[in-house]
């Protein structure tokens, strides 16, 4: 490692790393984007989705709570409707511009219905690509299936040598990995099934870390919560998903690693600020805990603008909204009274 990319692994590192800021994952690719839009009415083409982001981005404010956006390669070169480059629109706001550079899932072979990420061919050029136009910081989800047999031995081992292989590569061009493990929410297992196999994937994962020699103080962990399955009957209640998630992350995560952002994952927004509360109210934690979430921060403000430009303030009061609740929540300061309470754009 260099000293100008430490230097520069520092710098995005400080801005992002911040009590009560978050990030913003706006890094759907074109067919899941395609999937948000259709299911409230909203034809996905480049434009739409550019006016989606650019209303999303530029909200008046959103950079007291969001400290940097995940985007999607198209959107990293695409402009704001002034013709502003979105990474350049962003530092402008004091927000970091980070990109997905995971190619998405395939199935893992000699396994059931186990997949791993792709995308590790090619990935010094485009990340050199990336970071000549603006990128500071990386994404590379991976992806567990929970049953009462899975995730196998394999696709834990696999997914924490590809993830850790992407890391190293990040650090060695200068941009900070965001690395995500995500424990799937599908299914209807327990918590206590969710925090058996959480661990283990966990653990492998910052031994493969260890194992590629990749810099903690560097990277950012954006891991899933411990959560009951979304057709779980007993659903778990924000205490018992704190405690749980805490307990793992303990035991794995060591306090080098300087901030934990969670995704939500398929959580309510609601549920997802509830449980990022309950963990800071905790207290003593060894990480700065925050949020990285995609539908918990979008799913109302989606909805509310369903492609109108007419509906383009009230959906930004709405996504502001939510990123501040997310905010104080990575404080252990929100209260479910605050939902009703309402926010203003300046
Ligand atoms: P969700 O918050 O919707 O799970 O998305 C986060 C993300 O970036 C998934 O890779």
New binding site residues.
Partial sequence: MTNTNIKELQATIDQIAVNGKGIL?A?ESTPTITKRFQAVGIESTEDTRRAYRELLMLTPGVNQYIAGV?LFEETLNQTTSTGKPFPKALEDAGIVPGIKVDKGLVHLANTTDEQITQGLDGLPERLAEYKSKGARFA?W?AVYTISNTLPSKLAIKTNAEVLARYAAICQEHGIVPIV?P?VLIDGDHTVERCEEVTEPVLHALFKALYRHKVMLEYIILKPSMIISGKACAKKSDPKTTAAATVRVLKRTVPAAVPTINF????QSPEQATANLDEMNKLGNLPWNVSY?????LQETCMKIWAGKSSNIRTAQIAFLKRAKLNSLAAMGKYTEAMEKEEVTIA
């Avoid at 995704?263 to 398929?266: A, I, R, T």
């Fill in positions: 994952a890094d995940i994404k989800r995500e995500e995704l939500s994952g398929g990285s979430y995609a539908r918990a």
